[in-house]
């Protein structure tokens, strides 16, 4: 087995394990208690994983927390960017699927287990912050820049950790959101060849959920897809212009 993808399998079924053991324990310990102490225990054990994640692999450098290719002078305009990229794509996939009818909601007893999970501070925490610092390191910095490092085609790396971001999300509407946002931002990854825009999409992404813009009329999500693609294209080309991608490495 190739070096590379044998040390991407290690870290990933590390990353594995603490995004379900602790999670498993909460619930485990929670099944004591009635609700909704229960999902307490459960979010400040998945917070807890997140957090142990976050430092062992930052602390170990097992997945390098640098601006990459982005030069010193350039990284808060890549900042800003970022945020830009993240409003405008949430907002063009939110207006597409109003425009076309398809509704992202979870419905019924899945609705209220969703809503419970991400309610209280643990919550916010883990939703906004946490777990998208989690999932970028999974899918950006272990996958997709394991499968880098190898022979493997970029386009080719970029679509698998898509596909397996995607596949964390559920099927349906919301296995074609996360396919495409999981896209882009390995985009980003391998042009910028840093985890950080990644990271600033993902939590600008999820924090941009609380925003509520439906039962607008189409013309409404009309104005606001049309925007949305003009500046996420800007977002984009800016991107490609600014970082040059490093054939010899990927951080």
Not at 38 to 45: A, D, H, P, T, V
Request: hydrophobic share 55%.
């Amino acid at each position: 087995m190739d070096d590379g993808i044998g040390k991407t399998i290690k870290l990933f079924l590390l990353w594995l394990g603490l995004f379900l053991a602790l999670p498993i324990i909460g619930a485990i310990v929670g099944r004591f208690f009635t609700s909704p102490a229960n999902y307490e225990i459960l979010k400040w054990s998945q917070l807890l994983g997140y957090v142990l994640m976050i430092i062992i692999f930052f602390g170990k450098r097992y997945v390098e927390l640098s601006f990459g290719h982005i030069e010193r002078r350039m990284v808060w305009p890549a900042v800003g960017m970022s945020v830009l990229i993240a409003a405008s794509q949430a907002f063009v996939l939110f207006s597409a699927l109003s425009l076309i009818d398809v509704d992202l909601q979870f419905q019924g007893e899945e609705l209220e287990r969703r809503q419970r999970l991400v309610s209280g501070i643990a919550g916010i925490l883990n939703a906004c912050i946490f777990a998208p610092i989690g999932e970028e390191i999974c899918f950006r910095g272990i996958i997709l820049g394991g499968l880098l490092k190898t022979r493997c085609r970029p386009w080719l790396a970029i679509l698998i950790s898509a596909l397996l971001f995607a596949l964390l999300h559920g099927l349906g509407a919301n296995f074609v959101t996360a396919l495409l946002f999981g896209i882009l931002v390995g985009w980003l990854y391998w042009r910028t060849g840093s985890i950080i825009p990644g990271i600033i999409i993902h939590i600008s992404n999820n924090s941009l959920t609380a925003i509520d813009i439906s039962n607008r009329t189409n013309t409404f999500y009309l104005i606001i897809l049309v925007v949305g693609l003009v500046l996420l294209a800007y977002g984009v080309w800016w991107f490609w212009k600014k970082c040059k991608y490093d054939t010899e490495e990927v951080k």
